[in-house]
């Protein structure tokens, strides 16, 4: 466990230079309209409240989203001497709307702390956001095989095991879907096998540069919405 946790303050550490990133504020702005945009056209909630970055790397979504309106976020990571899967989170029970785990979730070996933590500080009705690989070994094409390739990465999940999960810990299931930005929310609106299909599928991700957007979006990504029951 030693060694582990020395490998996650590094990790953790080479985040905090990512803020410091030509276009990573702008990056973060199209992660905030694509969670605006599928709050608003399929979970049919503005996105908007108090908002929790839960595993905050360098913080510059929490930066962003203190820039709009009807938002205030915070964010905590491991900087702070949080350990996810042993410490109880420093906020009050009931204190946000949302809660963001962005590629935090396959860094824990046991989520059972950090989502029960979860559970008490967001609101009745609440929803967290899940971004993470989906490892789907049934499915070699859409499967994020890449995933062991992170030092850090430690237990994958699939559209099928983080529902199981979640609802373990009383979560319901609101959306599970490809992880991808500036894409029309049709998209979302398809079978999600399907979805995971156009994410490998297209050819280019969205940093790409001088490429037609309908080309961009390649992911293996899912991005999963559960409500706090």
Same mark, same amino acid.
């Given at each position: ?12 550490? &080479?985040?905090? =230079? ?10 973060? &702005? ?6 605006? #945009? ?43 001497? %949080?350990?996810?899967?042993? +410490?109880?989170?420093?906020? #009050?029970?009931? /204190?946000?709307? %949302?809660?963001? !785990?962005?590629?935090?979730? /396959? ?13 008490? %500080? ?6 967290? %956001? ?13 499967? +994020? ?13 699939n559209f099928v095991s983080i529902e199981y999960l979640m609802k373990?810990? =009383? ?12 894409? *029309? ?14 994410g490998a599928l297209l050819p280019f991700n969205g940093q790409a #540069? ?5 080309? #961009?979006?390649? *992911?293996? *990504? !899912? !991005?999963?919405?559960?409500? &706090? /029951?």
């Amino acid at each position: 466990m030693k060694n582990l946790n020395t490998i996650t303050k590094a990790y953790q550490k &080479n985040w905090q =230079k990512k803020i410091l990133d030509k276009g990573r504020i702008e990056s973060q &702005n199209r992660v905030y309209n694509t969670f605006a #945009k599928l709050f608003s056209k399929i979970i049919n909630t503005p996105f908007q409240g108090m908002i929790l970055d839960l595993g905050c790397g360098d913080g510059s979504l929490v930066k962003v989203l203190n820039t709009k309106k009807n938002i205030t976020a915070e964010g905590i990571d491991i900087d702070r001497g %949080i350990n996810f899967e042993t +410490d109880e989170l420093p906020f #009050k029970d009931n /204190e946000f709307d %949302i809660i963001i !785990m962005y590629s935090v979730v /396959e860094h824990i070996h046991n989520p059972g702390n950090i989502f029960t933590e979860a559970k008490r %500080i967001l609101k009745p009705g609440g929803k967290i %956001i899940i971004i993470t690989s989906n490892f789907d070994l049934s499915n070699l094409f859409t499967c +994020d095989r890449s995933f062991y390739c992170d030092p850090t990465h430690v237990q994958p999940y699939n559209f099928v095991s983080i529902e199981y999960l979640m609802k373990l810990y =009383k979560f319901k299931k609101r959306f599970i879907g490809l992880w991808t930005v500036n894409k *029309s929310s049709f998209l979302w609106r398809l079978p999600t096998k399907l979805q995971f299909y156009i994410g490998a599928l297209l050819p280019f991700n969205g940093q790409a #540069k001088f490429v037609p957007s309908f080309l #961009k979006g390649k *992911s293996k *990504s !899912m !991005m999963c919405i559960f409500e &706090n /029951e």
